[in-house]
């Protein structure tokens, strides 16, 4: 089944842009990628711009992407409501529907990444690939 998605803007909870300290990685280790997706659900009786017979849900993606020089971390925020649809549970989205939920926050990571990147290295950005 297809979801019916309105979403909230994307919202950049915490940013980090940290230059590689290669001394300090010999002793500590080297910082590994990890991207992590999580989909809570939120009551919608909370929620002003939910009705009855749907379902808000919380999206946060989390990362820590090491390159050449730099360490980039933190982790973007979205609440989605999905129209007419109650679910109940996580188990009840398909790899799709978490495909759908999560793809605004990869593009504001891929845009967050290229532009702070060409900034701060004074070259063109990085180029994320998912």
């Not at 998605?5 to 230059?19: K, L, M, P, T």
């Not at 925020?77 to 939920?101: C, F, G, H, N, T």
């Not at 290229?114 to 990085?126: H, K, N």
């Amino acid at each position: 089944m297809t979801l019916v998605i309105e979403r909230e803007q994307e919202f950049v909870n915490q940013f980090h842009y940290d230059a590689r300290n290669y001394e300090w990685e010999k002793e500590n280790g080297t910082p590994e990628t990890a991207l992590n997706v999580q989909f809570q659900l939120v009551p919608v009786d909370d929620l002003k711009n939910a009705k009855e017979g749907d379902t808000a849900i919380h999206t946060v993606l989390t990362y820590m992407i090491p390159l050449e020089n730099v360490v980039l971390s933190g982790f973007v925020s979205q609440l989605d409501y999905v129209r007419d649809r109650v679910i109940e549970e996580q188990e009840e989205l398909d790899k799709d529907d978490m495909a759908e939920l999560a793809a605004p926050l990869f593009d504001l990571l891929k845009r967050l990444v290229r532009e702070t990147t060409e900034v701060a290295l004074d070259q063109p950005g990085i180029q994320l690939e998912f």
